[in-house]
């Protein structure tokens, strides 16, 4: 037996003995999820259960060394981790922005000291970030950004407001995009910081949004003082690290489609439509549908699981997580019009018992934006454009 | 198994692709329309595929092959693709040769495949007999007579049928039509008696025949597999024939494409190069992502049927649907991009867009195999 065959079978046995039934289910809603942090609370025992044995095995994040508390794991054996969780329905133990869009920025750009004081509280999920990109009147044009931070002595000096901020109202520390120097072209004067949620000077307004929840907020930063040795990556450089960031954010969303899924569409229409006598969803232009979908959604999970193959190889283009955030975000738009369409007026319930509050009909809301954030579709294709395709600029 | 191509995979992508894109690239094919061809593609070429051991990839090592596996097959369609080299490779090398080894008595895959593998025998599979892709529905009979059978009816679509020295046969040798039970495949020589074929010149300027049947007699040692449970046997080569169909729609896809976007960087109107117009860049741009993702299915695909054959249905079923509506879409944007020269004969585009159309049907349209994968997930 090869080694990785032996990893895959011992993984296959320590999941199979430690993963609770409960966290084996498809996620129900919001509160299914475990985003760590300094006021956590886990919404039942088996996701602590299943958090606390994860994290002891450094499989929050698998493939990250073992000092800051991953796996250690090399990419074949992370893949392996991935398929034996989705094998059995397993849930993530933890979801977090510092681990899909901090920690890679950090593993690049941040210094020894960097690392060792963020890595292992990310792994251990002691503390839960939010990313400070947007602003008002800049949206896509992210560089215009006009959040200063002026140098005075050892700190900076920070004045701005952002905006889309995701739970900025539940973090506890933001990494944030501020403008350095005014003077320069505006792709060049922007540094990368870090600062703490509680820091003096900043405040969060939740937004309101159509799907009734307020995951987003507005950000006021006055006159927050932040030590000058937070800066990630070089001063005025701080564009580099965003773009390596927004890199893994597009993958993370061309992702959320698959995060999402439990029984198939095909079976979960047919709850709600029934079939015929041959056994065929009853309702045959929707069965149509579903299965193009399932066709389209089977060959993302090829090329996303292609994508990683590439980068071990050295063969991956680094403007090729557009490509997949621009179609796994379309995709899961489809995905959520068909749930609404196959549950009929049943997913049109806002506020019931029956319909776990209208998770149906919010949860197809806010994949609305998911075209919108992390950069437009209209963004990403402008870049498969220009920087796959070499297309002429305007 | 990672979802790219290995170094010797690699190698064989770049021997086929200097072969092919030298000895045919689509002005070939062109030539072989113009003078209407009656064989429909080089014989001298196939002797070269000989030569390079494409036409033996698929057989037994122990029968003159080198025992590769559908990857490597599908390698070679994506290369053929690119330029529409006519070529029996598919018949005769992917599905003839799949067929035999798969379901073949020793004395058949002896007789048979080593001349597969050397380039010296051509064989066609005959499936279908409507309009579209349905091999459930077979009504050719297969009677009992003798110590064999007779075999009435009639087939279309049969590629490479007018040249083939062997035909396998799908018949029904019980049961009625849409029933899985009652298939029985048949090694037919394409001479005998009461076989009549016509050769159909197809819109892809491709190769396929007519062929009908009347008390066609074969003996008991033609019948390839078990009688009556031909249905598994045919199903296990249709898969590795649409796996290697949408590789060659990948090729197509992608070099249909390639053309478009250089288009795009050279062609000017209203005083700028039309490919600076946001409205084209988009479109290109999704292209290419619908392409990337198909290949990736494909990949997928093909590496199943290698590493887990029984269970590489729904994967096959994607890979067609997916490799069907994306070659659809990369050589209607292919023309309408490149405006009025997209639609003049003497500019290759319209080559790709016809072929492009004849592998769609072949084996099962987008629309089958959504049906397939709906069927297979129960509902």
């Known amino acids: ?394 | 198994m990672a979802l790219v191509l290995n170094e010797e995979q690699s190698m064989l992508r770049d021997s086929a692709r200097g072969l092919i894109s030298d000895k045919a690239p689509v002005s070939h094919l062109r030539q072989l329309r113009d003078a209407k061809d009656a064989t429909g593609f080089s014989r001298e070429l196939w002797k070269a595929f000989a030569e390079m051991g494409f036409s033996g990839l698929l057989v037994p090592e122990n029968f003159g092959g080198s025992g590769l596996g559908c990857v490597e097959a599908g390698i070679v369609m994506e290369e053929i693709g690119r330029t529409l080299m006519p070529s029996p490779f598919l018949s005769t090398a992917v599905l003839a040769a799949s067929a035999l080894s798969r379901g073949g008595s020793d004395a058949q895959k002896s007789q048979y495949l080593p001349k597969i593998s050397d380039g010296s025998l051509l064989a066609a599979l005959a499936i279908d007999e409507g309009a579209k892709h349905r091999p459930l529905q077979t009504r050719l009979q297969a009677v009992r007579s003798g110590n064999g059978f007779r075999l009435s009816g009639d087939k279309a679509f049969v590629v490479d049928g007018h040249v083939a020295d062997l035909l396998i046969v799908a018949a029904r040798s019980a049961g009625k039509a849409g029933e899985r039970e009652g298939l029985t495949l048949f090694l037919v020589d394409p001479k005998t008696k009461g076989i009549a074929t016509e050769r159909t010149a197809m819109v892809d300027s491709h190769n396929a025949a007519r062929i009908v049947f009347d008390n066609v007699e074969v003996n008991a040692d033609g019948v390839l597999g078990e009688v009556d449970q031909g249905h598994g046997l045919l199903d296990g080569v249709l898969n590795i024939g649409r796996g290697a169909v949408a590789s060659e729609m990948v090729g197509l896809s992608e070099e249909v494409f390639g053309r478009t976007v250089t288009y795009l960087k050279e062609r000017k109107q209203f005083g700028k190069l039309i490919g600076e117009f946001q409205a084209l860049q988009h479109r290109a741009a999704q292209l290419y992502i619908e392409i990337e993702i198909t290949r990736a299915a494909v990949l997928k695909a093909l590496q199943t049927l290698d590493g887990d054959f029984a269970n590489a249905a729904a994967a096959v079923a994607v890979a067609k649907a997916r490799a069907g509506a994306t070659a659809t879409q990369a050589v209607q944007e292919g023309v309408q991009m490149h405006g009025g020269m997209g639609m003049t004969d003497q500019f290759d585009i319209g080559f790709f867009m016809k072929r492009a159309r004849v592998c769609q049907e072949l084996f099962g349209d987008a629309n089958f195999h959504a049906d397939q994968l709906a069927r297979m997930k129960s509902y």
């Open chain 1, 1 to 394: 037996m090869s080694d990785l065959e032996k990893f895959r079978r011992e993984t296959r046995a320590w999941l199979e003995a430690n993963c609770p039934p409960e966290m084996r289910r498809p996620m129900t809603s919001e509160a299914d999820t475990f985003w760590g942090g300094r006021n956590a609370k886990f919404s039942s025992e088996p996701q602590r259960v299943w958090f606390e044995r994860m994290r002891d095995k450094g499989w929050t994040v698998p493939h990250w060394p073992t000092e800051y508390g991953g796996g250690g794991l090399d990419a074949e054996q992370t893949k392996i981790v991935r398929q034996e969780m989705a094998a059995i329905g397993a849930r993530q133990p933890l979801v977090s922005f510092g681990i899909s869009m901090l920690g890679p920025a950090l593993l690049k750009y941040g210094t020894d000291a960097q690392k060792k004081e963020h890595l292992p509280k990310i792994t251990a999920g002691l503390i839960r970030w939010c990313q400070g990109y947007s602003e008002p009147n800049a949206g896509s044009d992210l560089a215009s950004l006009q959040t200063r931070a002026e140098s005075d002595g050892d700190d900076y000096v920070i004045n701005g407001q952002k905006i889309w901020t995701s739970y900025a109202n539940y973090a506890d520390w933001i990494f944030c995009l501020v403008r350095t120097d005014p003077t320069a072209k505006k792709h060049d004067g922007i540094s990368f910081i870090l600062f703490d949620m509680t820091s003096k000077g900043v405040s969060t307004k939740p937004i309101l949004l159509i799907s009734g929840y307020s995951p987003f907020c507005e950000t006021f930063f006055d006159n927050v003082r932040v030590p000058k040795s937070h800066v990630v990556g070089t001063v005025n450089r701080g564009w580099d690290v965003a773009k390596y960031l927004l890199q893994h954010e597009r993958a993370m969303i061309s992702g959320m489609g698959e995060r999402g899924v439990g029984r198939p569409l095909g079976q979960v229409a047919t709850d709600s439509v029934g079939s015929d006598e041959q056994g065929r969803l009853e309702d045959a232009m929707l069965r149509g549908q579903i299965a193009t979908f399932e066709i389209d959604e089977a060959a993302l999970a090829a090329a996303a699981e292609r994508a990683v193959d590439l980068a071990k190889a050295g063969q991956a283009h680094p403007a090729f997580s557009s490509a997949m955030k621009y179609y796994g975000t379309e995709l899961n738009k489809r995905r959520h019009e068909i749930l609404m369409s196959a549950g009929g007026v049943d997913a049109l319930e806002w506020e019931s018992e029956r319909s776990r509050g209208g998770a149906r009909p919010r949860a197809w809301l806010r994949t609305k934006a998911n075209s919108i954030e992390g950069g437009t579709s209209e963004v990403m294709l402008g870049i498969v454009a220009k920087r796959i395709l070499d297309l002429p600029g305007a």
